[in-house]
T-cell receptor
Framework: GENVEQHPSTLSVQEGDSAVIKCTYSDSASNYFPWYKQELGKGPQLIIDIRSNVGEKKDQRIAVTLNKTAKHFSLHITETQPEDSAVYFCAASYLGGGADGLTFGKGTHLIIQP | DVKVTQSSRYLVKRTGEKVFLECVQDMDHENMFWYRQDPGLGLRLIYFSYDVKMKEKGDIPEGYSVSREKKERFSLILESASTNQTSMYLC????????????FGPGTRLTVL
């Protein structure tokens, strides 16, 4: 089955700086790579996703890049703000019809220092 | 707004008890999922369902079963709770189709004593 590794487990950055979280996956058949943000006391919420036919996707201050050859993808957050503090999860899945459970990384606790 | 609700935020049970965790979604999603979340382990898929009365095992199904009698409701059952099932349980739902965003409930923190 799929295996997703995520690094680092904790990341502390100064407010206004950039943050980068990296993930690798094992199954070359995976073609869908979402990122979820989990705030304290809440369930994870999708913030951005990318499919294997795209190398990069951007949405305001967040961007995701995908390197299919190396089987890794990254989340980039620029101009970090206090509300970016949360746990971030990467995931991988194969979208082939029917239900598709996501395989998640272990999470990164992002701390924005004022 | 999509809403996924879970029957309890906190639950305390004793070893050996039968435990039911309920999840309801209001967006007519075909897919529903149960995950458990443990510190340092992330989210792990227990079971999922793509239709009423259909179920598929995830990565860690041992000790759990599920029931989906209605499209909007997906139940996770611990037949005989054990202390190693103390965890946060998250339910999610999604459409079948090109867009695969999963919508999560707030979670149930289960403690088995």
């Amino acid at each position: 089955g799929e295996n997703v590794e995520q690094h680092p487990s904790t990341l502390s950055v100064q407010e206004g700086d950039s943050a980068v979280i990296k993930c690798t996956y094992s199954d070359s058949a995976s073609n869908y790579f979402p990122w979820y943000k989990q705030e304290l006391g809440k369930g994870p919420q999708l913030i951005i996703d990318i499919r294997s036919n795209v190398g990069e996707k951007k949405d305001q201050r967040i961007a995701v890049t995908l390197n299919k050859t190396a089987k890794h993808f990254s989340l980039h957050i620029t101009e970090t703000q206090p509300e970016d503090s949360a746990v971030y999860f990467c995931a991988a899945s194969y979208l082939g019809g029917g239900a598709d459970g996501l395989t998640f990384g272990k999470g990164t606790h992002l701390i924005i220092q004022p | 707004d999509v809403k996924v609700t879970q029957s309890s935020r906190y639950l305390v049970k004793r070893t050996g008890e039968k435990v039911f965790l309920e999840c309801v979604q209001d967006m007519d999603h075909e897919n529903m999922f149960w995950y458990r979340q443990d510190p340092g382990l992330g989210l792990r898929l227990i079971y999922f369902s793509y239709d009423v009365k259909m179920k598929e095992k995830g990565d860690i199904p041992e000790g759990y079963s599920v029931s989906r009698e209605k499209k909007e409701r997906f139940s996770l059952i611990l037949e005989s709770a054990s202390t190693n099932q103390t965890s946060m349980y998250l339910c999610a739902s999604s459409f079948i189709g090109v867009v695969d965003e999963q919508f999560f409930g707030p979670g149930t923190r289960l403690t088995v004593l």
